[in-house]
């Protein structure tokens, strides 16, 4: 078995923390919370996750910012962008800014599934 998958979730929502941290945990990452985009940045300071999984609309600093400081501190830090504000137009801004998935919330376990894999694969390679 290799090393557990580290993933910091950033999502103002301690229920979908909540749910979103079980899943992973079942999938045999490690689990990481932040309520806020500076929150995560902090973490990601600190803590050296291997992947973020980042809500967009957040208080204080949100998913779009947290992402932009995110990519200049850690430019290889796979980011999954998750939101329920899923318009198009925000989709193209994170993948353009380097967020390696976009999930709609409600989301399903095979889309976390599919994206722990990606990330899985893409560290790796590293």
Do not use: W
């Amino acid at each position: 078995m290799d090393k557990k998958l580290r993933v910091l979730i950033t999502d103002d929502s301690k229920l979908l923390r909540k749910k979103l941290h079980e899943e992973l945990e079942g999938l045999g990452c490690e689990v990481l919370e932040a309520e806020n985009g500076k929150d995560a940045i902090m973490q990601v300071l600190q803590e050296q996750a291997d992947c973020i999984f980042l809500d967009i609309v957040m208080p204080e600093v949100g998913g779009i910012e947290a992402l932009q400081v995110i990519k200049e501190v850690c430019p290889d830090m796979p980011v999954i962008m998750l939101s329920s504000a899923g318009t198009p137009q925000k989709l193209m801004t994170t993948l353009k800014m380097g967020a390696m998935d976009f999930i709609q919330k409600p989301y399903t376990h095979e889309q976390i599934a599919k994206a722990v894999e990606a990330v899985r694969k893409k560290v790796a390679h590293e």
